[in-house]
């Protein structure tokens, strides 16, 4: 989204107002950086980097991280249950430290064999086959996951690249240009703690209103910049507002994009937008928010994060790597 606009979707969806947060600071745990200094020493981390970047340090079996090699490579089951255990306390830790309501739960393994992806019904364009990259709301799994997005790129808080590595939530980026290429560093260095990095067009134009070259200079030409900044070419791509048609496919699939991705509820410093009535999370739920922060929501990174992480928590859901399942 443009970060002056709120988003409407295609197929009848809703248009979203900002929220409004508060600011809150905690001071720092001296534990915290023993716990982990502990767990690395161990060699519970492993790297889980995108794009050829200095990869995140990321505990086996956790989100992003490869999957766990069999106990003779990494040693007993018993040092493997330690590792994890070092990992969580120092999960524990680092929530009281950013003032997280109660510790992020620990996600499952990731799934050996990613979903089957389609097209959410009523989600739909002319001519829509199988063909094109699928249009979805919901990944499909029986894991009670969800997904963190992030959209645009406006607000580069360090504190929300220190909170998410400490915390090892992960989370997935969706980039406009024209609100990134002030400060390619910065994602530069979210990319080596493990975040991914995907497209969300050059301008946030609105993607019907656009004749076929006008899309595919968006769609497109971010591809490359992406690919030239960052070192690899994004397989994701999630419209402007998320508004798209036919052409807005079939361009987005000529440049490498796999599947498009959406949202199920939006997230805000203070409250929670939701696609469904029930105002539920589900199984598979994607999450959407946005680089914002005390310039339009009142509210800093962090205080989205705490917001958001109470709601997936107390409703006994794990944050995923939407990459592991997509």
């Known amino acids: 989204m443009n970060g002056r606009e709120p988003g409407a979707v295609t197929g009848g969806r809703q248009r979203v107002r900002r929220g409004r947060g508060h600011l809150r600071r905690r001071p720092g745990y001296a534990v915290l950086a023993a716990l982990l200094v502990a767990a690395a020493a161990s060699g ?18 956790q989100p992003g991280a490869q999957a766990e090699p069999a106990a003779g490579a990494l040693g007993t089951r018993a040092a493997q249950a330690e590792r994890a255990k070092l990992a969580q306390a120092a999960r524990v830790v680092a929530a009281k430290k950013w003032g997280l309501a109660s510790t992020p739960l620990a996600a499952p393994v990731p799934p050996a064999k990613k979903p089957h992806l389609t097209t959410r019904k009523g989600f739909e364009v002319e001519g829509q086959d199988d063909s094109l990259p699928p249009v979805f709301t919901r990944v499909p799994t029986t894991d009670k996951v969800v997904f963190l997005t992030m959209d645009d790129g406006d607000d580069k808080d360090p504190e929300l690249l220190k909170m998410m590595s400490e915390l090892n939530i992960p989370y997935s980026a969706f980039l ?3 609100l990134v290429r002030d400060d390619y560093s910065y994602f530069k260095d979210a990319q080596a703690r493990g975040l991914t990095l995907n497209n969300h067009t050059l301008n946030h134009r609105y993607m019907p209103g656009l004749s076929h070259e006008e899309q ?14 960052f070192g690899k070419r994004p397989r994701l791509f999630r419209p402007p507002y998320g508004n798209y048609n036919t052409d807005t496919l079939k361009i987005a699939k000529s440049c490498g994009i796999t599947a498009v991705p959406l949202w199920e509820a939006e997230a805000f410093p203070d409250h929670m937008e939701w696609r469904e009535g029930d105002r539920k999370l589900h199984p598979g739920d994607i999450i959407l928010t946005h680089f914002r922060g005390t310039k339009e929501w009142k509210g800093s990174m962090p205080d989205l994060i705490r917001s958001v992480m109470k709601v997936v928590t107390d409703q006994g859901y794990s944050v995923a790597r939407l990459e592991d399942y997509v």
Do not use: V, W
């Open 176 to 178: 406009t240009d024209y």
């Open 44 to 61: 519970c981390a492993a790297g889980g980097g995108d794009g050829g970047a200095a990869g995140a340090k990321l505990q086996a079996g």
């Open 216 to 229: 595919k200079r968006e769609i497109c030409d971010q591809q490359d910049i992406i690919e030239q900044q």
